[in-house]
């Protein structure tokens, strides 16, 4: 690699964007994850986030660097929602996205339209709980629930060659889950009362314990990654059943299995998850969009994460969804912030330049290209 050349990037945890125009209230919904609108007489620009969209997407517009959020919308509005997700996208220079199609996916890019907007391929990762719940809708009966998960699974990961699964157990439960594998007469009496529960109302959610652990443990036993939200996020988590250190004795026991465990996001316990990334040989962490939202604060957050998270054990993420600014913030974000912290180390005579370059790959795309297999012959 030539010191010219942007660091490569794989952005192992990432979702679509939105292709529709987007008025003042819905962008600013997308650069916070509260879920009502501002309080009264404030706006979500005056955040860290804020700033730092201003600041280094403004110049993607044709803007001076961090212009009012007025001119930078109305500018945005002006050039079209295509067309700054084609700038915006293609600026991040990402050599890879691994999508989450889970979450509001009728609402966002598929992968292939990503790919298509970016330049970039595209691979997907497939959520369980909403193949589960599909499962459940259509039509089952609780002793065939499993076996048809199971098959549905196959077929979801087949037809998309996803490369790997992601729980968001934490949003429908909490980490504070019964570590062991469920008992399958437990699966089928959980199953009954899932469709018990779709039949009363269609909209139920997958939410019982029992059944988020057949999920997990089904996935733990076919092998590809499976990712993890954990921590920061909306307002249907509940932040203190989200630490992942709950999680010890479930990766105590699948650490013999060996399945890749990917801790997403993490703040604010991005320490916890480097320890058990350093003490569990199956566990990775990345911190996702955190460091889009703490902005001018990114670096010294991704220096404490990489206090004690084994080189060998990071992942790069943007964890970015809707817009494309995001995107394209969390990958330059990124490249500066570990060029900034590892430089440090270096400049302390801490660490040598080389090993700051190998440290550098490693996190932006060697790790994921490992644990992910990218590069089999029979990927996507
Ligand atoms: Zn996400």
Redesign the pocket.
């Known amino acids: 690699m030539t010191t010219a050349e942007p660091l490569a990037l794989i952005d192992h945890?990432?979702?679509g964007v939105v292709t529709g125009d987007l008025d003042r209230s819905a962008f600013e919904q997308l650069i916070t994850e509260a879920s009502g609108p501002p309080a009264p007489g404030t706006t979500m620009f005056d955040s860290q986030l804020g700033f730092t969209l201003r600041r280094w997407c403004a110049p993607m517009l044709d803007l001076e660097s961090s212009a009012p959020a007025e001119d930078y919308l109305r500018r945005r509005a002006d050039l079209g929602t295509a067309e700054v997700n084609r700038r915006l996208l293609t600026a991040a220079g990402v050599a890879q996205w691994l999508v989450?199609t889970g979450?509001q996916g009728d609402q966002l890019t598929t992968p292939e339209q990503l790919a298509q907007a970016s330049g970039t391929p595209a691979s997907h990762v497939v959520r369980l709980e909403a193949v589960a719940e599909r499962v459940a809708r259509a039509g089952t009966s609780a002793a065939g629930w499993a076996a048809m998960f199971a098959e549905e699974l196959a077929i979801a990961t087949a037809r998309t060659s996803a490369v790997g699964y992601?729980s968001i157990v934490a949003y429908r439960y909490g980490f504070d889950f019964n570590p062991a594998r469920p008992a399958p007469s437990d699966v089928t009496a959980a199953a009954g009362r899932l469709l018990r529960a779709i039949d009363a109302s269609p909209s139920a959610r997958l939410d019982d314990e029992v059944l988020l652990r057949h999920l997990i443990w089904t996935a733990i036993d076919i092998g590809r990654p499976l990712q993890f939200?954990v921590g920061f996020g909306d307002t249907d988590v509940r932040m203190h059943r989200s630490n992942p250190a709950l999680l010890t004795d479930f990766l105590v026991a699948t650490e013999p299995a060996g399945t890749p465990v990917m801790l997403?996001?993490c703040y604010p316990y991005h320490r916890e998850a480097g320890y058990l990334a350093h003490v569990f040989s199956h566990v990775y962490m990345d911190m996702?969009?955190i460091l889009n939202h703490v902005g001018a604060r990114s670096a010294a957050v991704l220096a404490e994460a990489l206090e004690l998270t084994p080189f060998g054990k990071m992942l790069y993420?943007s964890?970015a969804?809707g817009l494309p600014e995001l995107h394209y913030l969390g990958a330059i974000g990124f490249r500066h912030d570990i060029a900034r912290v590892t430089g440090e180390f270096v400049a302390d005579g801490a660490w040598t330049a080389a090993d700051a370059d190998r440290v550098a790959e490693l996190i932006g795309s060697g790790n994921a290209n490992r644990v992910y297999q990218l590069d089999r012959v029979d990927g996507p």
């Open positions: 945890h990432v979702h989450d979450y992601k939200h997403l996001h996702g969009a993420s964890d969804f």
